[in-house]
């Protein structure tokens, strides 16, 4: 892998908040590359990756030539293999989008891929260093609930249980944030920004 530009992955469970964390690492002038919504993108937009969905999912996947995302959350909440095959489609795609991302910002020391599934999906092995963003459960639960009126908390609570353990995913992390709404997750940042600059100077 090439040293430069480094790639991080950043990723957190439902509610952490790693989205608010990508935003802080692009006001300091690093490229952020959305996987999720880049997966949504490519669902809709890549003609294969259509057909395949199709026919996995039938012609319901798909509404006024947008994904039919509440038709197939019903389809996949309770099946975790349709869940996979669907994960199989996209992941070669989103891998090369990612790829082509990554070349048009070789310039900058290092870039950060916000994944909700970086684990589960087994991208990180391609990745530098891991950012894990943690917070506790009931926070996490009232964020969710705040943002995503559509759910509720045994919805949200699923979705956990359905992700890698928070736990797990510390573990395997070079490096952690705590958002837990006392910490300063500006100061987190800055300290990891200051770290992976220096990494990508060697």
Same mark, same amino acid.
């Given at each position: 892998?090439?040293?430069?530009?480094?790639?991080?992955?950043?990723?957190?469970?439902?509610?952490?908040?790693?989205? =608010?964390?990508?935003?802080?690492?692009?006001? =300091?002038?690093?490229?952020?590359?959305?996987?999720?919504?880049?997966?949504?993108?490519?669902?809709?937009?890549?003609?294969?990756?259509?057909?395949?969905?199709?026919?996995?999912?039938?012609?319901?996947?798909?509404?006024?030539?947008?994904?039919?995302?509440?038709?197939?959350?019903?389809?996949?909440?309770?099946?975790?293999? =349709?869940?996979?095959?669907?994960?199989?489609?996209?992941?070669?795609?989103?891998?090369?989008?990612?790829?082509?991302?990554? @070349?048009?910002?070789?310039?900058?020391?290092?870039?950060?891929?916000?994944?909700?599934?970086?684990?589960?999906?087994?991208?990180?092995?391609?990745?530098?260093?891991?950012?894990?963003?943690?917070?506790?459960?009931?926070?996490?639960?009232?964020?969710?609930?705040?943002?995503?009126?559509?759910?509720?908390?045994?919805?949200?609570?699923?979705?956990?249980?359905?992700?890698?353990?928070?736990?797990?995913?510390?573990?395997?992390?070079?490096?952690?944030?705590?958002?837990?709404?006392?910490? @300063?997750?500006?100061?987190?940042?800055?300290?990891?920004?200051?770290?992976?600059?220096?990494?990508?100077?060697?």
């Amino acid at each position: 892998m090439a040293n430069k530009p480094l790639q991080i992955g950043l990723t957190g469970g439902i509610g952490a908040g790693k989205s =608010l964390i990508g935003k802080i690492f692009q006001l =300091l002038g690093i490229p952020v590359y959305d996987a999720d919504s880049r997966s949504k993108w490519i669902a809709s937009n890549h003609p294969d990756v259509v057909v395949q969905v199709i026919k996995l999912m039938g012609k319901e996947a798909y509404k006024e030539g947008e994904l039919n995302r509440t038709y197939l959350a019903g389809l996949i909440f309770n099946d975790e293999s =349709l869940s996979k095959s669907l994960t199989d489609i996209l992941h070669p795609k989103v891998k090369e989008d990612f790829d082509v991302w990554v @070349s048009a910002h070789a310039n900058n020391p290092y870039v950060l891929k916000e994944a909700a599934l970086l684990y589960e999906s087994g991208s990180w092995e391609r990745l530098d260093k891991i950012v894990v963003v943690t917070a506790p459960v009931e926070i996490r639960v009232k964020r969710v609930l705040a943002r995503d009126t559509f759910r509720t908390e045994t919805d949200i609570k699923k979705i956990m249980n359905n992700q890698m353990p928070e736990g797990e995913k510390v573990t395997r992390a070079d490096f952690i944030i705590t958002n837990d709404d006392r910490s @300063s997750v500006i100061q987190q940042v800055l300290a990891i920004h200051e770290q992976l600059l220096l990494q990508a100077l060697r």
